[in-house]
């Protein structure tokens, strides 16, 4: 059975960093495309960054490019999200999501998500 459970959410200060983190069951984190979305209030969903299985290539969108950093410890079957210069506009549930299918960019509707974690930026 496919299991994501996300961590590391909270309140953090303008210009602060957090570290989410993804641990996972029923599958490798090296044998499916993993990846970060979020969704603010009244907003859609976004994806943010993401790792292709096939070369463990990284890709991001432009709200993470710069600032957020994906990563994959294969040993811990966990993958991460560090999220540096933060800004109130990244207030928002962030989810991990994984998918068994590979295609490139890696950010699309995956089949398996996390129950998400609050993430809110305020002073």
């Known amino acids: 059975q496919v299991e994501l459970v996300e961590s590391g959410g909270g309140l953090v200060q303008p210009g602060g960093s957090l570290r989410l983190s993804c641990a996972v069951s029923?599958?490798?984190?090296?044998?499916?495309?993993i990846g970060w979305f979020r969704q603010a209030p009244g907003k859609q969903r976004e994806g943010l960054s993401c790792i292709s299985h096939s070369d463990g290539k990284s890709y991001y969108e432009d709200a993470a490019k710069g600032r957020f950093t994906i990563s994959r410890d294969i040993a811990k079957n966990t993958f991460y999200l560090q999220m540096n210069n933060l800004k109130p506009e990244d207030t928002a549930v962030y989810y991990c999501a994984a998918d068994p299918i590979d295609a490139w960019p890696c950010l699309y509707n995956y089949d398996y998500w996390g129950q998400g974690t609050q993430v809110t930026v305020s002073s």
């Open positions: 029923g599958f490798r984190v090296n044998r499916y495309v």
